[in-house]
């Protein structure tokens, strides 16, 4: 079974309508963030979360909100969906260990899911 | 105003020779660098990382190099196998938990 899961895999959808997308972990990690790419762009930062208390503004956060419900579910919602947020949307969850004073911190993400706004 | 930036958006090599790919970032905190493959209808995932107190770094056929004084990266692998076509991120932190990526290189590997 994979450690990061997201629903929908794909989802259609119409201008203004409100949508939720899902992401769960079994990997136990306490940091969860959302992404998502666009052609060219890679991938940016909507939101994170370090625990269930504690949720972040990434660089592109508006028109999103987020709800940590467990240490294992982060879920992002588009109040009233847009055009311009047709993308592709990844979860992930992450590790750190500090080696020679470098954080090092590696993140782990879900298959992705595919949101299309007409 | 993007600080990890992988200016070849494609690349395409024989199978059996090496594939380079390459990665510059503006942001002189960043101090722990990370490259991730990416295929079609997957999530990204984890490839290679190396930390800024080191230039270079091995795991297989997989080699990051870094060059912290003209902020640059790269990933080498050798040899090339059909199964390495996919995209390639390149990605940065600096000292925090947040990473940075780059748009991406779209590898294929040619029979």
């Known amino acids: 079974d994979a450690d990061v899961t997201q629903t929908p895999r794909n989802r259609i959808t119409k201008t203004g309508k409100r949508i939720m997308l899902e992401c769960s972990q079994t990997?136990?990690?306490?940091?969860m963030y959302w992404y998502r790419q666009d052609p060219g762009l890679g991938l940016r930062l909507i939101y994170y979360?370090?625990?269930?208390?504690?949720?972040n503004k990434g660089e592109i956060s508006d028109g999103y909100s987020v709800s940590r419900q467990a240490q294992a579910k982060f879920s992002l919602s588009l109040e009233s969906a847009i055009p311009n947020q047709t993308a592709l949307y990844f979860c992930?969850?992450?590790?750190?260990?500090?080696?020679?004073?470098?954080?090092?911190?590696?993140?782990?993400f879900g298959p992705g899911t595919r949101l299309l706004v007409l | 105003d993007q600080q990890v930036k992988q200016n070849s958006p494609s690349l395409s090599v024989q199978e059996g020779r090496i594939s380079i790919l390459n990665c510059d970032y503006t942001?002189?905190?960043?101090?722990?660098f990370l490259w991730y493959k990416k295929y079609p209808a997957e999530g990204p995932t984890f490839l290679i990382s190396?930390?800024?107190?080191?230039d270079k770094n091995e795991d297989g056929r997989f080699t990051v190099f870094l060059n912290k004084s003209a902020k640059h990266l790269s990933l080498h692998i050798v040899p090339s196998q059909p199964g390495d076509s996919a995209v390639y991120f390149c990605?940065?932190?600096?000292?925090?938990?947040?990473?940075?990526f780059g748009a991406g290189t779209t590898v294929t590997v040619r029979a």
């Open positions: 979360s370090f625990d269930v208390k504690d949720i």
């Open positions: 992930a969850t992450s590790a750190a260990s500090l080696e020679g004073g470098v954080l090092q911190e590696t993140q782990y």
């Open positions: 990605a940065a932190s600096a000292n925090d938990y947040k990473l940075s």
């Open positions: 190396i930390s800024s107190i080191k």
């Open positions: 990997k136990g990690h306490d940091r």
């Open positions: 942001n002189s905190m960043f101090d722990y």
